[in-house]
């Protein structure tokens, strides 16, 4: 089935660095791909997403890029804050017995230090 | 405020006894959500409802029975609960019109279970 690969944690970063945080995905189809995020004792919240093969998403100065050639849907961002510290999950959409079922990576935590 | 929410916020239960998470959303969406997130963050979906239908059941032990009164509620009852119950249970929702596969989900602060 579709599954999602995310770099493994944890992430440790000074603030004003550069992030990325590398994921790649299998799938069958054409799947939308997506970044959530998880702040500290929250639900997760959807940080941006691609819909198509060579979309951007952005929000809040993160990017990423949907690659179908390499599977890719990397998160950037040029530079970090400390309120960045979450833990980051990459997705793709499938579509199951006519429902939209997110399958998630394993989750990054991103810390950063001031 | 317009949101997902979900009660109780922490549940801690002991072995056995049966329990009940309730969610509730109010963004007007037709498909809802129960996904559990395990101890190292891993998120899974366990079932989707839309219209108050069950489409998604991944395999999740028949101990789990999630009931949808309406469009706008989708309860999770777990039965004779076990230690490895314990997680984040997180309620979500989308609406389910055109292409669907983009579509965002919402999601609930989440419960933690303590299965003692």
């Known amino acids: 089935g579709d599954s999602v690969t995310q770099m493994e944690g944890p992430v440790t970063l000074s603030e004003e660095a550069f992030l990325t945080i590398n994921c790649t995905y299998t799938a069958t189809g054409y799947p939308s791909l997506f970044w959530y995020v998880q702040y500290p004792g929250e639900g997760l919240q959807l940080l941006l997403k691609a819909t198509k093969a060579d979309d951007k998403g952005s929000n809040k100065g993160f990017e990423a890029t949907y690659r179908k050639e390499t599977t890719s849907f990397h998160l950037e961002k040029g530079s970090v804050q400390v309120s960045d510290s979450a833990v980051y999950f990459c997705?793709?959409?499938?579509?199951?017995?006519?429902?939209?079922?997110?399958?998630f990576g394993q989750g990054t935590r991103l810390t950063i230090n001031p | 405020d317009t949101a997902v929410s979900q009660t109780p916020k922490y549940l801690v239960t002991q072995m056995g006894n049966d329990k009940s998470i309730k969610c509730e959303q109010n963004?007007?969406?037709?498909?809802m959500y129960w996904y559990k997130q395990d101890s190292k963050k891993f998120l899974k979906i366990m079932f989707s409802?839309?219209?108050?239908?069950?489409?998604i059941n991944e395999t999740v032990p028949n101990r789990f029975s999630p009931k949808s009164p309406d469009k706008a509620h989708l309860n999770l009852h777990i039965n004779s609960l076990e230690l490895g119950d314990s997680a984040v249970y997180f309620c979500?929702?989308?609406?389910?019109?055109?292409?669907?596969?983009?579509?965002?989900?919402?999601f609930g602060p989440g419960t933690r279970l303590t299965v003692l």
């Open positions: 409802y839309n219209n108050k239908e069950l489409i």
């Open positions: 979500a929702s989308s609406q389910t019109t055109g292409a669907i596969s983009y579509n965002e989900q919402f």
């Open positions: 963004l007007g969406h037709d498909t």
């Open positions: 997705a793709l959409s499938d579509y199951l017995q006519g429902a939209q079922k997110l399958v």
